[in-house]
């Protein structure tokens, strides 16, 4: 093996720029079946509440042999002042399997989780975009008000939590305001986000413009809900993977939606990006994204070593 690569050496290199350029040619190249992947491998560690997942990805046309070995343990901010999602990505040589990297994988996660709803957001946020709203204060709650803003210049930010502490804490980091309520939060929002540990509904359809677009982040269980059932069969639904999305999703399954496209489907001109309707992204993320991002890395880093030569 090649290289050991740490989180502080992931994050001098990786920016949105090129990470979502790269997301959005993940999820062509898996909608267009170039890619080899499982559903995710989820196990319980039922002792902490936690979840223990694998992810493995074969792209050989972008010559791509990765995995990524996650956990999420709910718990943890709480209870130890840990990260709830920890990770590690391994790649591969794709000529002769041989590993190449193991590299730290929560910036990786965390910034292509962003990028991925950046790429939605591109298609389907609604002319006129002037208003974001972000339902959850966390880490994903601050990596998507950068990718989005990368994209788009919001005029104005709201951000809602379970506790105004932290809606408070986050907004004033953003430039945004802190709300009360979800409801406040989302009134008149062009683009939404939902980035909580709810598993039970947090954002209902009445609140919400007939236009705006939704990128559904949270509830990654079959069994938890972030958007109530009523508004998930009123949008105009887009999942990154069909088949995870109708065994992972607690939004999809338990409302019986229907799938519209996924995000490769729609970016390939397969499917039409509705973007004057009130439209839904439901991500679970994949196994590709992470591989991908993961090669970027590797590529940000040779480039940064070449130049220093120089």
Known sequence: MEKLITADEVKDVLQ???LIDVMEKALVLFSKKNVVQPVRTVLPVKKEGGFFG???????????????????????????????HNAVIVMFEIKTGLPKAIMDGEIITTMRTAAVSAVATKYLAPSGTRK??????????????????????????????????????????????????AEEAVKDADV??????????????????????????????????????????????????KE??????????????????????????EKEARRESLTILKSLGMAIEDSMAGQLVLDLLNEKSHQSKY
């Not at 694998?54 to 130890?80: A, H």
């Not at 379970?162 to 953003?174: G, H, L, P, Q, V």
């Not at 709810?198 to 958007?227: M, R």
């Not at 109708?246 to 799938?259: M, Y």
């Open 54 to 84: 694998v992810m493995p990805s074969v792209c050989e046309d972008s010559d791509i042999l990765g995995v990524k070995l996650v956990t999420f343990f709910p718990n943890n901010t709480q209870r130890y002042g840990v990260a709830t």
């Open 132 to 181: 974001l709203a972000i339902l959850g204060a966390g880490v994903q709650a601050r990596s998507h008000y950068h990718a989005l803003s990368k994209l788009q210049k919001f005029e104005e930010i709201t951000v809602w939590s379970r506790t105004f502490d932290s809606a408070k804490k986050c907004a004033d980091e953003i430039g945004g305001v802190a709300c009360h309520t």
């Open 244 to 269: 995870a999305a109708v065994r992972e999703s607690g939004d999809v399954i338990l409302s019986k939606a229907e799938i519209y496209s996924e995000l490769g489907e729609m970016i390939s001109g």
């Open 16 to 18: 949105y720029d090129r």
């Open 192 to 241: 939404i986000v939902t980035v909580t540990a709810a598993t039970t509904p947090i954002l209902e359809l009445k609140w919400v413009k007939p236009t705006a677009h939704i990128n559904a982040v949270g509830a990654c269980q079959p069994d938890w809900q972030e958007i109530s059932p009523e508004l998930m069969r009123s949008s105009v639904l887009y999942v990154d993977s």
